[in-house]
């Protein structure tokens, strides 16, 4: 006999969580996972910028480090996924039909959060006209939102990386391309690649390395020697943050360094692999949960925000504090993401 929720749970559930909708004939659930955890690792990059330590001493502070270290994965992560996920469309659709259809679900949540952000009051007060134009030219409305302006740019690149993806050389000068970026990671994250259509630039091999993976697919040994390659990823960065951290310059840390890109490779193909052996069932519910990340994305900071308000100084310095404001700006995000959802208007904006 089938037991059944309790009326209160299954009242929750479907209140926490994104509607139905149309589910895939065979729903990725490696993707889904793998969604489901960068935005996790996102909240916990933004966890210790919202919280600075105010105490905690030495190893307070090298924790914080390890926590932050361990999560700059997720950055390079998504972009792979969005390369990974696009190839199936780069495809079988023109370039102007795929630029329409994509560009479509980008620029509306970009204008309608950018607004938000924008004409939110903050500490300083209101912004003049004159630096919120020059807020949104480099592309920070909001200091998160410039991932999406780099994810319309990649838009722009999408069919140019989805046909360097099919041929092996072209792979080879785009790896090549990538060990430039790595080398000097912080001179791709300012001046003129702080703009439009010019920030996507040093993203797009991460992107087309996600259309070959799509392309060639994951095999078995490739799986292996990616979770074996993440468990070598975490043990390094944990020891560079527990023992040397002082040491070692800040690029090592950035989305775009060796330890960003390293990991969010990683971690992709490990969790897309991984993916395969997930019953359907599991697969199903972890992409209902997943359709909610776009939006907690948007809506994480306000949450975050609002924590800093109401919590007392100090609540963070503690390992088991940042842990739990973790878990509990994911929740609130993700429920209010999937609230969104359900609203005709604003699920185009999540």
């Given at each position: ?13 479907g209140w926490l969580l994104p509607p139905r909708g149309r589910v895939p004939a065979e729903p990725d659930g490696g993707s889904a996972l793998l969604r489901l955890v960068a935005m996790a690792a996102v909240i916990g990059i933004h966890v210790n910028s919202f ?300």
């Amino acid at each position: 006999m089938t037991r059944r929720l309790p009326r209160w749970l299954a009242v929750a559930a479907g209140w926490l969580l994104p509607p139905r909708g149309r589910v895939p004939a065979e729903p990725d659930g490696g993707s889904a996972l793998l969604r489901l955890v960068a935005m996790a690792a996102v909240i916990g990059i933004h966890v210790n910028s919202f919280f600075p330590l105010s105490g905690g001493g030495d190893i307070g502070r090298r924790l914080a480090l390890l926590g932050s270290s361990c999560c700059f994965w997720c950055v390079p992560a998504f972009v792979f996924l969005s390369g990974y996920h696009a190839m199936g469309g780069l495809e079988t659709l023109p370039a102007r039909t795929y630029w329409r259809k994509r560009l479509g679900r980008i620029l509306l949540p970009l204008l309608f959060w950018g607004l938000v952000f924008t004409w939110m009051p903050s500490g300083s007060g209101w912004r003049g006209i004159r630096a919120v134009a020059h807020d949104w030219w480099n592309c920070v409305p909001a200091f998160h939102l410039w991932y999406i302006f780099m994810l319309a740019g990649l838009c722009f690149l999408a069919p140019l990386c989805g046909r360097l993806a099919k041929h092996g050389p072209a792979c080879a000068a785009v790896a090549l391309f990538q060990v430039a970026v790595m080398a000097d990671p912080l001179f791709w994250s300012s001046g003129v690649f702080r703009h439009p259509l010019s920030i996507s630039l040093p993203y797009a091999a991460l992107f087309t390395f996600g259309c070959r993976f799509a392309f060639r697919g994951i095999g078995r040994t490739a799986g292996r020697l990616a979770a074996l390659s993440c468990v070598a990823y975490f043990c390094c960065m944990a020891f560079i943050s527990l023992r040397g951290a002082e040491r070692i310059p800040y690029p090592v840390f950035h989305y775009l360094g060796i330890g960003g890109v390293w990991g969010g490779l990683s971690v992709s193909v490990a969790l897309l692999h991984a993916g395969r052996s997930f019953s359907p069932a599991v697969s199903a519910r972890l992409y209902r949960l997943s359709k909610a990340v776009f939006g907690t994305y948007f809506v994480h900071p306000i949450v975050l925000a609002a924590f800093a308000k109401v919590l007392p100084p100090g609540f963070a310095d503690a390992v088991w504090g940042r842990l739990a404001l973790l878990c509990a700006a994911f929740v609130a995000s993700m429920a209010i993401a999937a609230q969104m959802l359900k609203i005709p208007f604003l699920r185009r904006t999540v």
